[in-house]
């Protein structure tokens, strides 16, 4: 048994039922409405994993230190592992305690005996609770930026078999010049790429040991917390104990990353409902992700691309939330800050959910070329093109642009294309439309004539393909 190893040799002691971190101050208990109120293991009970590895951690700091024997070092450590087992295969739900430290520690005493409660020393739960917030976050962006990158290679593979399908992109939801469906695809990959910079750049500031701060002063031992760093796999340690455990900046910052996420995959979403509608038909959805009405058999809804944009303003709320929550308390710990954990496992489920229904979707999508290709002869697109053409003859740009509105508007009038005009018409909106002859311009010219870096001629939409490659490599 690990208890007999333990030098006091004093028999194990298992706490009661109700073990508290606190109270002897106290003679009596909280009021059951506080109790409820300041219980938190429902949401806090994810943090157990981050909670044992970092009491482990914990444990070989205070042996380094001469707080723990060897022997009651290791009973801590095959206690905390045998806690984790526990956990593992299934989690107490029901336990009684007020938060996952509590009922660690309580565990602890069932599991390696008085022992347990030297565990604690030199430790708070205000530098405890911000390790475990810190070491869970910094997993939860290994996984977004997995499935970042996963949305992101579908949109890539998407537009690369699809780079010469033409399409008219759009300004304030009017359409507006002709450009590759490659191209408005990798509008959103390079939206989503700087999520990733942004995700990144966060996890950097994640990646900071509060632990050894204690409750606001330090810890009275003299913990090795460069031991700590390395245990927990952290890049940094808190140069300041006050600042170590009040510092929520890092919860709002990938609250920021996470609703900026939400919001281009709304952005997404919203195209994506717009282009499949009836009244588009540039788009097919699959039929997976799509579902019907209670009423009418002939619907498909868009509901998972509807919730994207829902679920964007929960995350928007969920930033604010945290920003008003830190902006109101003083410095050192609050309990106000309680809440950042919920606000942050809300966010990262949004994003586990989000992200590989938006990929599957992107993955199934199926373009109509026939009906794009009935929209991109509407000749208004290529009316940039027309004043191009006059700017190349010599005339002055606002020049030709007037010119060219002149001519719209007599098609306009007379209910034609701008090609079916008679050339008086086209001499009369401007004498250089007719040297030498009226110009001839259409889709595939006018992509191919935006050779520029970043444009929509062939070229540069493979050199931004093989970019959104490298960016992902």
Known sequence: MAQ????????????????????GRFEGAPALSLEELNRSLDIDKRLWREDIEGSLAWVQALLR?????????????AGLRRIAHRFAEAFPDDAPDEDIHTLVERMLYEEAGQV???????????????????????????????????VQSALVELAAANIEVLMPAYTHMRRAQPVRVAHWLLSH?????????????????????PLGSGAISGSGFAVD?????????FRHVSQNSIDAVGDRDWVCEVLFVTSMVATHLSRLAEDLIIFSSDEFRFIELPEAFTT?????????????????R????????????????????????????????RLLFGAVDAMEMLLPTTRETIAGLRFNSDRLADVLSDETLLATDLA?????????????????????????????????????????????????HIPTVSPEASVDARSVQGGTARPAVVGQITAARDALS
């Open 4 to 23: 007999s190893i333990i030098e006091t040799g004093t028999p194990p002691i298992t706490p009661p039922t109700e073990h508290r971190l606190w109270g």
């Open 65 to 77: 230190a001469g707080v723990l024997s060897l022997d009651e070092a290791g009973a801590l450590d």
């Open 116 to 150: 347990a409660g030297k565990l604690h020393t030199g430790r708070s739960r205000n530098d405890q609770v911000a390790t475990d917030a810190r070491l869970w976050t910094l997993r939860a962006c290994v996984r977004i930026e997995r499935e970042l990158r996963a």
């Open 189 to 209: 990959f390079w939206a989503l790429q700087r999520d990733r910079d942004r995700l990144t750049a966060a996890v950097d500031r994640v990646s900071v040991l």
């Open 225 to 233: 917390r460069t031991l700590l760093k390395e245990l927990l796999g």
């Open 292 to 308: 019907g009405s209670s009423l009418m058999p002939q619907k498909r809804n868009p509901d998972g691309l509807e919730l994207a």
């Open 310 to 341: 829902g679920m964007a303003a929960r995350s928007i709320g969920e930033l604010t939330s945290a920003l008003a929550m830190l902006k109101g308390t003083p410095s050192g710990y609050n309990k106000d800050f309680q809440e950042d954990k």
């Open 388 to 436: 191009d053409e006059l700017v190349r003859r010599g005339l002055p740009f606002r020049e030709a642009h007037a010119a060219v509105g002149r001519l719209l508007r007599s098609a306009d009038q007379q209910g034609v294309q701008v090609s079916q005009l008679p050339e008086s018409v086209w001499a009369a909106a401007h004498p250089q439309f007719m040297d030498p």
